[in-house]
């Protein structure tokens, strides 16, 4: 693919709804206090998510994955804005205009039946991250995002992720669209774009080895729709793409294996409900 279908891809998502904003619809609800008292209903979101996405990071090759969510809030507050690539996360600190809290995100591995060209190459098992998340509302239709997280593995280093969405809302539809960069020290980068000796030795597609340094894992976009049939059913879809940028595009697991652009395609169903503590 090219960066130019990647562009027409990015239009034909957001080409209804944006035309029906012509007809001046309201900007999106972020937030509004909730009333006195504390309600003891609360609102429960399950999702399902179906993406095509490279096999593994640095991947040239597309498979298919499935993965679930969960996200609550109270009766009383209106539900949030929430981007399909947004961590898991949890306020602990929420006003108008910022949240702030603890954030997870699942990351998939890598080993030989990903790609036969990784023969001899250490497979990297799933790793779970987590750490803080902060999200802030500039204006009523931006929203910025940052998340620094640290995966449980041994060889796991820190990683992070910013992001900027346009948000609109028109009827039942809400359109997003922005930017995003994703960061990662040199330990995070050694996991899944670096070479020893040894393996180098074994495979000789890679042909030398490689240690990278710390910095700009990529840089991107990802544009969103969602359309919410009624109170409990609304669907997503999205696209998203990525491309590997400094020593993670130098790695020559991605320039010799694999592709320094990273495609995303994705539709994810979500299904809300009401549950009391009483």
């Avoid at 669209?177 to 899944?192: E, F, T, V």
């Avoid at 042909?207 to 990529?218: A, E, H, I, K, M």
Wanted: charged content about 20%; hydrophobic content about 35%.
């Amino acid at each position: 693919m090219t960066f130019r279908k990647v562009v027409l891809g990015l239009a034909l998502v957001l080409a209804g709804p944006i035309a029906a904003s012509a007809q001046q619809a309201p900007i999106l609800t972020r937030y509004r206090p909730p009333p006195a008292g504390t309600s003891d209903t609360y609102i429960v979101t399950l999702s399902v998510t179906g993406a095509a996405a490279p096999s593994y990071v640095g991947s040239d090759q597309i498979s298919g994955n499935f993965f679930p969510s969960l996200n609550y809030r109270r009766s009383d507050e209106p539900a949030r804005f929430l981007a399909p690539d947004d961590g898991a996360s949890i306020s602990i600190i929420e006003n108008p205009s910022l949240r702030f809290g603890p954030v997870f995100r699942f990351q998939s591995g890598r080993n030989r039946r990903d790609d036969r060209g990784l023969t001899g190459l250490r497979s990297r098992q799933y790793d779970v991250e987590s750490g803080l998340f902060l999200e802030y509302w500039p204006l009523t239709f931006i929203r910025a995002r940052i998340e620094a997280r640290h995966g449980f593995r041994d060889d796991s280093g820190f990683t992070g992720n910013l992001a900027l969405d346009y948000v609109h809302e028109m009827g039942p539809f809400t359109a997003s669209i922005g930017p995003r960069l994703a960061l990662g020290d040199s330990k995070q980068h050694n996991r899944y774009f670096g070479v020893s000796p040894f393996e180098a030795a074994i495979n000789t597609r890679v042909g030398r080895s490689f240690r990278p340094d710390g910095g700009v894992t990529s840089v991107g976009a990802l544009a969103a729709v969602t359309y919410r049939w009624n109170e409990t059913w609304a669907t997503t879809g999205f696209v998203g793409y990525d491309r590997l940028v400094s020593d993670a595009a130098r790695s020559p697991i991605v320039r010799n294996i694999g592709s320094e652009d990273q495609f995303t395609v994705g539709l994810r169903v979500s299904y809300s409900f009401a549950y009391s503590t009483r």
